[in-house]
């Protein structure tokens, strides 16, 4: 058990940065969930928190102890790989064991805490079998029962889900969770999967191109993030991001492209105050924020349909607004063919607004 | 562009594994029709099967009006466009693009005018002239349908062509190959084991299992209407929620004795149609509503999970010693332990006979 | 469906052209060692006769005289009737497998560590030196005969054990370098990681871990350094003509005087055959590429 300080991290390989002053402290038997695109520095930052990787600059403290020139091994980290990495000469019960036996467990105490991993990952009847007889979702937790079989400080995973058929993930999904509660251990976990960060961690930590970009609860990234990146990674449907300017005498925003002009809200005049170029704004809005119908009204934007996705609970509507596109989020019933026009309404007061230069959230 | 006809299908590997059993399937012309399951159910067979990289070991398949069983991958008139893009990796990409029309001996003014316009149709004309291995995967996978689509062949076999892309793009890719379709009328037979590519991009759906076809029909008929407790388990995230219960006059009843009041004419027809006493009752998460406090739902169960997912929230509820989904409006909060009722929405559930697998209601 | 008939009878005949080929082909590489094994269990009359009989028992009487010979003592030689002169072949077989074999173990233990190095750490200069050991076989060995014979003359290496094993390791190195190199780089280095984390150091992990993956490698590439060092005949011949010589300047010698003793000669040839047919027959199975016993299927 043990809480996780990484301060000024700074990894590069040879001219490449991959992580750039990343600085994040993750509480004792906290949840985190670090998730970002593929090339984000997510995994080289596990990496070095494990021991496996040397930063270049910065150092990773647990519990306050400056983990620099320590091993992997004293560490007493638990670490699950993307692809498992089982010993493939070994059988399951020897990979479970293994960790074991180089801390010179007993026999009797190694077969013990075998035995009680994997009937808690309901793998005990595979102890016999070699890892590549084994499906995708036995060997993921097979990996798991030998990172769970000491009491390491911290579990560090690096999506380890990925590979799974998406019905497992889902189960997984829970299953992780539940575990992490039973055990009260501090989990970092690392995804590339922003609905597994929804749903997992306690707190997310956003970041690209090896630089944090925001940390908060899952409230916090979603309702309010601090960037254009944020905004535009987390949640299943990307959300709307509509170039404008803001025109101080008509209190309203008017699209770059010249399609539309809306209102702007109080807060709105507000918050534009701080940026410096009232001309480069960025609107954003969520395609659940949007409202769709066929029949024109007076306040409302005009556009073309492009493609319906039909995703069984809900659809998501392509609109085709002047040269941008705008995704609407739908009842299932609802149904129009391509090239059909409609109208559609933002709500303004869910709606977030970007500097157009620096990307940071004004509002 | 022509249809697809898939007879009688039959494919038996060397070491006895039947990988495609019986499959009878049509895909219109213009069409596109998804592939969809597991790994292991027969997708990737039968695609290949169709394209003539596999020979199958009985049935006919029909592109356009003829039987292509004998004929060579090469003289399908049929393009493949493959999981891993398989680019020439030296050439150019115009080269990349050009290279099955200069197999078949087309002048240097027709390559170049097709060539272009492809091109142009998949925003591809800025990299002509650049070499695969500096583009981004969404920019290869478009080299790669060009490169399929430059033969106007009469139809595409498509081998999870989105499975490596991150998933922002794989969700932008979706798009484009959906409205590209659209567009150019082409006839498509697409694999994958993703539910929602299929849901979005097929026309119509056909589920595999084992080598035999479970359902085919519009992606919401599927999602709605499922026939099967396969498919209803396998199409739709999360996963329709499939509970054991048994027939008792006109309510359905759980192992712990909760009752699920139903219709007497619906009741009627699935003790009409049943082979056994027990039933699975499958429901989506989003079919059911919780209210707080126990009483006054069809069922009573307590929180297990919350799960904030951004624009509504998943929980999982324990009944039974089985969790059960639900997702409700981020707006509805719900606590963990909490004890809540799960008001089902009639018209919106299936009954499936436990041990035929298909559906009765 | 007389499609599938037709399709069936053109891949029958296909398979039987096929197995035609195929014995044809072994046919030609297989009967010369069928012919100089015949001819060791020749007497010497026998060898030369024309037609010539080449199944022992129905065509002519086998005789083990010839091993016998080669093995222990001989006729001196025609001017020397009478006298027996003892067989100098087992010290040269002795020799070729102290030499070959200790050139060998060695080459392929400091190979492989040094081709772990290369696949796991970050070198300055890697590319650099990886591409001056491959050099070194892309000369013409010829080309360093009398740079090398100067420098075992000024060491004092000529007509010793250590030179000529010395100078085989040296010409095994690259070879298994660049084969181990591109095996190690083919297992995850998340095995010898996960077994850091787990609790062991990076050399326990490597052992425990990835060195039993590497055996298979490590017995085939043993198998071509093997070959290469029995085999060799140019510098043995030249830096080790005496006490230290191994069998090919040996064969070659017996050559030379007058009257060849064909069928001792075959003879001795079969017993130098022997040990690397059986070594190769023993780690057959790993010299298939691709056979990855018990790895881990994705």
Redesign the interface.
């Known amino acids: 058990m043990s809480s996780i300080t990484i301060k000024n991290l700074t990894k590069s390989f040879g001219d490449t940065i991959a992580v750039d002053e990343l600085s994040l402290h993750i509480e004792d038997r906290e949840f985190l969930v670090m998730v970002g695109p593929t090339g984000a520095g997510k995994t080289t930052t596990l990496r070095c928190v494990a021991g496996l990787e040397r930063p270049t600059n910065g150092a990773v403290l647990f519990d306050g102890e400056d983990m620099a020139g320590v091993s992997p091994a004293a560490r007493d980290v638990a670490f699950v790989f993307q692809d498992y990495a089982l010993y493939p000469r070994k059988m399951v019960s020897a990979n479970i064991a293994f960790p074991l036996e180089a801390r010179r467990y007993t026999k009797a105490q190694t077969e013990a805490e075998v035995v009680r991993v994997t009937r808690m990952l309901r793998i005990d009847g595979l102890l016999d079998r070699l890892p590549w007889q084994l499906s995708g979702g036995e060997q993921q937790r097979v990996a798991l029962a030998r990172a769970m079989v000491r009491t390491p400080r911290v579990f560090l995973m690096d999506e380890p889900l990925t590979n799974l058929d998406f019905q497992l993930r889902a189960q997984m999904r829970s299953e992780l969770k539940r575990i992490q509660r039973e055990l009260d251990v501090t989990f970092f976990y690392v995804t590339n999967d922003q609905l597994e960060a929804l749903s997992m961690g306690d707190r997310i930590a956003v970041l690209n191109k090896g630089r944090l970009q925001q940390v908060g609860t899952q409230d916090e990234v979603y309702e309010h993030p601090a960037n254009l990146f944020v905004a535009s990674f987390i949640g299943s449907t990307r959300m709307n991001f509509l170039k404008c300017a803001y025109n101080a005498d008509a209190g309203a925003l008017t699209s770059v492209m010249g399609a539309w002009s809306l209102p702007a809200t109080a807060e709105m005049r507000v918050r534009v105050q701080a940026t410096s170029d009232l001309g480069n704004l960025i609107l954003g809005i969520r395609p659940e924020d949007v409202q769709i119908s066929p029949e024109a009204g007076d306040d409302e934007l005009k556009g073309q349909v492009f493609v319906v996705e039909p995703l069984g609970d809900r659809n998501v509507v392509d609109v085709a607004v002047g040269p941008e596109m705008v995704k609407i989020k739908t009842p299932p019933a609802f149904l129009l063919d391509p090239g059909v026009q409609v109208s559609i309404r933002f709500s303004m007061s869910r709606a977030h607004l970007f500097d157009g230069v620096t990307h940071e959230a004004l509002m | 562009m022509s249809e697809i006809r898939i007879q009688d299908l039959t494919k038996v590997f060397p070491n006895g594994t039947v990988a495609v059993r019986n499959l009878h399937l049509d895909v219109a012309d213009g069409e596109l029709l998804v592939l969809l399951g597991?790994?292991g159910c027969g997708k990737t067979t039968t695609l290949r099967c169709v394209g003539g990289l596999e020979t199958q070991t009985s049935g006919d398949i029909w592109i356009g009006d003829r039987v292509v069983?004998?004929l060579g991958p090469g003289e399908r008139d049929i393009a493949f466009v493959f999981q891993f893009y398989a680019l020439y990796p030296h050439i150019r990409v115009y080269d990349n693009i050009a290279f099955p029309l200069r197999a078949t001996g087309v002048s240097r003014d027709e390559v170049d005018r097709r060539v272009s316009a492809v091109a142009e149709t998949l925003r591809i004309s800025h990299i002509l002239r650049e070499r695969p291995k500096r583009l981004s995967s969404g920019e290869q996978q478009r080299v790669a349908l060009g490169r399929a689509m430059i033969r106007r062949p009469q139809a595409f076999l498509m081998d999870e062509p989105l499975t490596n892309l991150?998933?922002?793009l794989r969700?932008d890719m979706?798009?484009e190959l959906?409205?590209l379709q659209?567009e150019l009328g082409t006839t498509m037979l697409y694999v994958t084991?993703?539910?929602?590519e299929a849901?979005?991009m097929g026309n119509r759906v056909a589920v595999l299992n084992l080598g035999v076809l479970e359902q085919v029909g519009v992606?919401?008929e599927i999602?709605d209407r499922p026939n099967t407790l396969f498919v209803a388990?396998?199409?739709?995230?999360?996963?329709m929620n499939l509970i054991a219960m048994q027939l008792a006059q006109d309510a359905l009843k759980s192992e712990d004795a909760q009752q699920v009041m139903l219709d007497t004419s619906v009741a009627d027809r699935i003790r009409a149609k049943q082979t056994g006493r027990e039933l699975v009752l499958g429901v989506?998460?989003?079919d059911i509503r919780l209210t707080s406090g126990g009483n006054g739902g069809d069922l009573r169960a307590e929180i297990a999970?919350r799960?904030?997912?951004?624009?509504q929230t998943?929980y999982?509820v324990m009944l039974n010693h089985q969790?059960i989904q639900v997702?409700t409006a981020s707006t509805e909060r719900f606590e963990v332990g909490e004890t809540v009722g799960l008001h089902l929405d009639r018209s919106r559930l299936r009954v499936f006979d436990a041990s035929t697998g298909t559906a009765l209601v | 469906m007389n499609r599938t008939r037709r399709r069936r009878a053109r891949s029958l005949i296909g398979r039987i052209l096929f197995w035609v080929a195929v014995a044809m082909i072994l046919l030609f590489f297989l009967f010369p060692l069928h012919w100089m094994v015949v001819t060791s269990f020749k007497r010497t009359a026998e060898v030369t006769l024309l037609p010539p009989t080449l199944i022992p028992w129905v065509q002519f009487n086998p005789t083990l005289k010839n091993y016998v010979e080669v093995l222990t003592k001989m006729p001196a030689g025609l001017l020397s009737a009478g006298t027996y002169k003892q067989s100098g072949f087992p010290q040269a077989l002795l020799n070729s497998i102290l030499i070959s074999g200790a050139a060998t173990v060695i080459a392929v233990l400091l190979g492989t560590v040094a081709a772990y190095a290369f696949s796991r750490f970050r070198i300055p200069g890697k590319g650099d030196l990886l591409f001056f050991i491959l050099s070194t076989r892309m000369l013409p060995p010829v080309v360093t005969l009398v740079p090398v014979f100067v420098m075992f003359i000024s060491f004092g290496w000529r007509n010793t054990f250590h030179g000529i094993t010395l100078l085989y390791v040296a010409a095994g190195l690259p070879f298994v370098v660049w084969m181990m190199k591109g095996f190690f780089d083919e297992i995850p280095r998340e095995y010898e990681e996960a077994a850091m984390i787990d609790g062991y150091s990076r050399l326990e992990a490597v052992w425990k871990i990835v060195i039993p993956e590497a055996i298979p490698a490590m017995l085939a590439t043993a198998v071509f350094v093997l070959i290469m060092a029995w085999n060799e005949f140019l510098f043995v011949q030249l830096l080790n003509p005496g006490k230290f010589t191994t069998v090919p300047p040996f064969l070659y010698a017996i050559i030379g005087y007058g009257r060849v003793e064909w069928g001792r000669m075959a003879a001795t040839s079969v017993i130098f055959l022997a040990p690397i047919v059986l070594f190769t027959w023993l780690v057959r199975k790993h010299l298939l590429r691709g056979v990855t016993f018990g790895a881990v299927r994705r």
């Open positions: 597991p790994s069983n004998d991150d998933a922002a969700a979706r798009i959906k409205h659209n084991h993703d539910q929602t849901m979005t992606p919401l999602y388990g396998f199409v739709g995230s999360p996963p989506r998460a989003e999970t799960e904030p997912l951004g624009d998943l999982s969790l997702t």
